[in-house]
């Protein structure tokens, strides 16, 4: 898609609100977010995980951004690219690649898979694969919120191609109308699947461009630069947490891989990915830690560690065995069983 | 022990639930400050306040979304869709979202809500406003399902239905809310997956739901009276969990089997009935198990024609009456 709109640029330079802590937190979640995906892509050809599996190599900025911003007891709310949010909430490597590899060790024990991450100590509430549905469950977490007036924000992320789906628009006006402290955030990747979302949307931000439609401001960040995320997020859960309702912001990024392991992306015009792996996220946020005064080494060391981790995750989900047969029938009801008679 | 409508029953029940706990919260279309275009929900928004009974846009996923999404954090959810038929134009929160949850999550996350909507038909509204969706909902492993038939069921099946930590469907027939029945004071809390013989008999046992129990208990009388035959009328109540052992432990008694079923009839909640009666008792089986549906066929809005499509007490009892006979099925 060849975006006209202004992109909201940081002045990074000028003014440091984020320092430097918050900013190796950042470089750390999106270099961790990028090697356990790249090791969720080696495990899939080594037929170590099997399903489908859709990555975020290449938006991990989004993740990083937001999560940094988020509050302990917020709520996310993920799709079926959701490995990115649920490792920068903080959940470990190994329950995410033990659930990818369907191991009893993985977060669901492997009865959700890598479409359906969930870990809700942590808050991430769920991954969902049915385009849309989770935004109008966002908005029930913030309505439970409002109602018994706790501070959380619910937080859902989407696809572009999620703004063309009914779901969409009801949660937007549903949200909006009840001012509900929720931030919808869109990681438009320019393919809604296979099919460049230009070609199938009558505006040309997809999400942006329908918030006017909701009363809400038109958003569209740089989802490639972390901070550019960092700062979007935190006005917008500030917003969320006084009571001043619904924030919707487009984050442009693209995928580096295809939109699931059996997608090569053969669509794609030539020189478009290289375009884009010029601005790749980790790449810009490397250059942006030096200027900033971060040393070789400090990176190094975070690069070093992100490796030891992936590998250390990989060895004890290839050891750990995959769930008892009595998972089969279990929590099927919430006595825990699977009874639908006497 | 008053007198009230299944209608006036809706209203109590869900009152009773919010004032034993602030957890329950109620919304959809035109509940609150219209009371419900059934009028089955008057009153509950002066009583409880806009903050625990909202109106919401005509947004039949946003509803039962924001119900889920309040239920997995802590809320006891409350959310009306109008006419079951729209369950359609949301049955992505039915078939996928609500019931998969505690499976996916390995027990993580539940979904403890209620989802009440006004199902069936006799009522003149055609083909998208009649519906029995009931085997829609019962086909889905994860939801519990319940028809009630008369205003106190109406009130003690809530309740259950509302302290109960699965997603509940609750089906109030839309034929039903003028309809009376006696109603205790006081809490009354019934149990799901419980059915009722309201009808005790030793010739044949018949099964009904919602709607199809007056019709059934009129037929049975008639039946009696004129034909000699003594049905036991068993009123199902709660699709899942399924009360099979009272319907077993009748048809031992009986020896014979008729459901009477309002859906259409292919994969009628009474098919499965009939094929755990097949598996399990069949040895105490006298006769075929005969089932009595409507046609399978979209309603029609004529009444005439409607009145000839869902199964009613002359057409039970002349069904009943010649398979017990011996005639020709």
């Known amino acids: ?342 | 022990m008053a007198e009230l409508t299944y209608r006036d029953a809706v209203t109590r029940a869900i009152a009773q639930e919010m004032e034993r706990d602030t957890k329950v919260v109620f919304l959809g279309e035109d509940v609150a400050k219209a009371g419900g275009v059934f009028k089955a929900t008057v009153g509950l928004y002066e009583r409880f306040g806009g903050l625990r009974v909202r109106d919401t846009p005509i947004s039949e996923q946003a509803i039962l979304g924001a119900a889920m999404g309040a239920a997995m954090t802590g809320l006891r959810p409350i959310a009306e869709i109008m006419f079951s038929d729209f369950a359609a134009v949301c049955f992505d929160f039915i078939a996928n979202e609500f019931p998969k949850l505690r499976y996916m999550t390995a027990g993580q996350l539940g979904c403890p809500l209620v989802v009440r909507t006004g199902n069936g038909g006799g009522v003149r509204f055609g083909a998208q406003h009649s519906q029995s969706i009931e085997n829609w909902t019962m086909m889905i492993p994860g939801l519990k399902v319940v028809a009630p038939s008369s205003p106190v069921d109406v009130i003690g099946l809530m309740a259950a239905a509302v302290r109960d930590d699965n997603p509940v469907i609750f089906h109030e027939h839309k034929s039903l809310y003028a309809v009376k029945g006696e109603v205790p004071e006081g809490e009354i809390v019934d149990t799901l997956g419980t059915a009722k013989i309201l009808r005790p008999g030793k010739d044949a046992t018949i099964v009904a739901l919602a709607l199809m129990v007056p019709r059934a208990l009129e037929a049975a009388q008639t039946l009696a009276t004129e034909h000699g035959i003594d049905c036991e009328v068993i009123d199902v109540r709660s699709l899942v969990p399924l009360d099979t052992n009272t319907i077993l432990s009748s048809v031992a008694k009986t020896g014979r089997l008729f459901t009477v079923e309002e859906n259409p009839r292919l994969c009628g909640w009474g098919a499965e009935i009939a094929s755990i009666v097949a598996d399990e008792a069949f040895w105490d089986l006298d006769g075929p198990i005969v089932r009595i549906t409507t046609p399978h066929i979209p309603l029609p809005a004529a009444d005439h024609l409607e009145d000839l499509a869902l199964p009613n007490a002359p057409r039970i009892v002349e069904r009943i009456s010649r398979v017990m006979n011996g005639s020709a099925r």
Not at chain 1, 129 to 149: D, E, F, M, S, V
Not at chain 1, 171 to 190: D, Q, R, S
Not at chain 1, 193 to 199: Q, R
């Open chain 1, 1 to 342: 898609m060849a975006s006209k709109a202004k992109v909201v640029s940081t002045e990074h330079l000028s003014n440091d609100d984020i320092g430097q802590d918050v900013r190796l937190e950042m470089f750390r979640l999106q270099v961790e977010i990028r090697d356990c995906e790249k090791r969720a892509n080696d495990l899939f050809f080594q037929n170590l995980i099997k399903g489908t599996s859709h990555l975020s190599l290449g938006q991990e900025a989004v993740a990083a951004g937001v999560a940094t911003a988020m509050q302990p007891g917020d709520k996310s709310f993920c799709t079926y690219r959701g490995h990115a949010h649920t490792l920068a909430r903080g959940v470990s490597m190994e329950k995410v690649l033990g659930e990818l590899m369907l191991r009893d060790n993985g977060l669901m024990r492997g009865k959700g898979g890598s479409m359906h991450l969930t870990s809700a100590e942590h808050g991430v509430m769920g991954s969902y694969a049915i385009i849309g549905a989770h935004l109008p469950i966002a908005c029930g977490a913030a309505w439970r919120a409002q109602y018994l007036g706790e501070k959380d924000v619910s937080v859902c992320f989407f696809g572009d191609g999620t703004t063309n789906i009914g779901a969409f628009h009801e949660a937007l006006n549903f949200a909006a109308v009840w001012k509900l402290p929720v931030v919808f955030i869109c990681e438009n990747n320019l393919y809604m699947e296979y099919t460049p979302i230009g070609e199938v949307t009558a505006v040309e931000h997809p999400a942006a461009d329908r918030a006017s439609a909701y009363g809400l401001e038109r958003i569209i960040i740089d989802g490639n630069d972390a901070d550019a995320v960092y700062r979007t997020a935190l006005q917008a859960f500030a917003k969320a947490r006084s009571g001043a309702g619904p924030s919707l912001i487009e984050c442009l990024t693209y995928r580096h891989s295809g939109h699931s392991r059996a997608d090569p992306a053969k669509y794609r015009p030539p020189g478009e990915l290289e375009r884009w792996l010029e601005k790749d996220p980790i790449k810009i946020y490397r250059k942006r830690l030096l200027e900033f005064g971060a040393s070789q080494e400090q990176i190094a060391a975070i690069e070093a560690e992100s490796k030891r981790k992936v590998d250390a995750a990989t060895e004890v989900c290839k050891a750990a065995p995959p769930a008892p047969l009595d998972q089969l029938t279990a929590d099927v009801y919430a006595d825990g069983g699977w009874s639908w008679r006497n």
